[in-house]
């Protein structure tokens, strides 16, 4: 499915401008990713499902609210940051990686979309010295070695529902992983929200801070 139907399936409050920026995003993928790859090819026609979709699951657990601050840690391509931003145009997304040429990308598909609410930088996940709300990112590392890169990044007061914490979308059997990383975390499966195959072995791991 390369139309942005699915996102309107699960997201039927969206406004017109957003649907309109979900829509305008297979085109600046499909142009961007023959030039710098951060899509697998044979992924680019799941676009919607893969990513865009994948990164939305995020909201199904989570709704971030006006002011917040969320740092996406090895966004890649811009996700789960840019689909995110879309859907929650007042919350503040800070989009890093540490590959200059994909940071390029979510540079420039963030300004085709006039999302005035996205940073993009240049930089280890260490290197930032802002506070944040919420850390998301989409199986970069395992968690024992994705902690202490964002240790000490959150904001003491909070605002949200639940407290803030990492948001992390990861796949497959997580019982060793969260085990090795010593880390209080929460499972919640994709397959809740989405009823896609694609979604029956997906997570948002949540751990509190």
């Known amino acids: 499915?390369?139309?942005?139907?699915?996102?309107?399936?699960?997201?039927?409050?969206?406004?017109e401008l957003q649907l309109e920026q979900f829509a305008e995003l297979y085109d600046l993928y499909s142009f961007w990713n023959a030039q710098i790859n951060v899509i697998s090819r044979k992924d680019i026609d799941e676009l919607y499902e893969r990513h865009i979709l994948h990164s939305l699951g995020i909201a199904k657990f989570c709704t971030f609210k006006p002011g917040e601050k969320v740092l996406d840690?090895?966004?890649?391509?811009?996700?789960p940051g840019i689909p995110l931003a879309i859907l929650f145009p007042e919350t503040y997304f800070h989009l890093v990686d540490s590959i200059g040429k994909k940071i390029k990308v979510v540079t420039e598909v963030a300004a085709s979309l006039g999302l005035t609410n996205v940073k993009a930088s240049h930089l280890r996940a260490e290197q930032v010295n802002e506070k944040y709300n919420f850390v998301v990112s989409r199986a970069v590392t395992r968690l024992?070695?994705?902690?202490?890169?964002?240790?000490?990044?959150?904001?003491?007061?909070h605002i949200n529902a639940i407290p803030n914490g990492i948001l992390y979308l990861k796949g497959g059997d997580l019982t060793e992983e969260i085990k090795e990383s010593k880390l209080k975390a929460e499972l919640h499966p994709l397959s809740?929200?989405?009823e896609e195959d694609f979604f029956e072995t997906k997570f948002v791991v949540y751990i509190p801070q």
Do not use: C, H, Q
């Not at 139309?3 to 997201?11: E, H, V």
């Not at 840690?73 to 996700?79: D, E, I, L, W, Y």
């Not at 024992?144 to 007061?157: H, L, M, N, S, T």
């Open 1 to 15: 499915m390369v139309n942005p139907d699915l996102i309107l399936k699960y997201f039927p409050n969206i406004s």
């Open 73 to 79: 840690v090895g966004t890649g391509g811009g996700f």
């Open 144 to 157: 024992v070695d994705f902690y202490p890169w964002i240790r000490g990044k959150f904001a003491k007061e």
């Open 192 to 194: 809740a929200y989405f």
